[in-house]
Each structure stands twice: as C-alpha cells, then as structure tokens.
Nanobody
Framework: QVQLVESGGGLVQAGGSLKLSCAASGRTFSNYAMGWFRQAPGKEREFVAAISWSGGITYYADSVKGRFTISRDNAKNKVYLQMNSLKPEDTAVYYC?????????????WGQGTQVTVSS
C-alpha cells in the first residue's frame, strides 16, 4: 500500500501560481512513478502530468504543457506540481497518483485530492 496526501491547493487569481505537494508513505517511494490528475465539477478525471521513478521522464497534458512542471524529491518522498499562468479552466480537485509503471499511472494509488480554484 502507498498512502498519498496532497497539499497546497487554494484560491488564486487568473495568471497566478500555485505549487502542489504530495507526500507519500508506505512503500519505497523511489520505486514508483508519480502523477497528477484533476477533476472539475461535472467532468471526468483527467491526466495532468506524470514523472518516472528517477525523474528523468515526464509527460504533460497538452492543456498544461509550458505552464505546469512536475518534479520529485525521492529523499523527501514528495512529488510536486508547479502551476504557473493559471486559468479559470484549471479549477478542479487535483489528485496525486502512484504506480509501479508510468504507463498505468491512472490505475495505481490515489490521494484524497486538493482543491484548486482560479478566479477570473
């Protein structure tokens, strides 16, 4: 089992920035690929970004490419999502995810989520 706890969400104006954190516990963090997903009201959960166990490979949704950056600190068992140039359409609950294989990040462990609200 892997336990994931997100933090760092909040209310921000359009154009602003937020940095989300996800703290992992329970298994060897460095063995897992990590990712971020989000779910807006009335919409399905969607992929945002993912990072390999070493941090050497990253993937981003087209909608956030160039604005968001995923990173990890294996010594601290944490993964981060730096979000810049935020838009109202980025408003959602953001979830941290972990999986042994980055290709199946959507089918791994999940956190409880943290709310991000971007006002126009």
């Amino acid at each position: 089992q892997v336990q994931l706890v997100e933090s760092g969400g909040g209310l921000v104006q359009a154009g602003g920035s937020l940095k989300l954190s996800c703290a992992a516990s329970g298994r060897t963090f460095s063995n897992y690929a990590m990712g971020w997903f989000r779910q807006a009201p009335g919409k399905e959960r969607e992929f945002v970004a993912a990072i390999s166990w070493s941090g050497g490979i990253t993937y981003y949704a087209d909608s956030v490419k160039g604005r968001f950056t995923i990173s990890r600190d294996n010594a601290k068992n944490k993964v981060y999502l730096q979000m810049n140039s935020l838009k109202p359409e980025d408003t959602a609950v953001y979830y941290c995810a972990a999986a042994k294989n980055i290709a199946t990040i959507h089918a791994g462990y999940w956190g409880q989520g943290t709310q991000v609200t971007v006002s126009s």
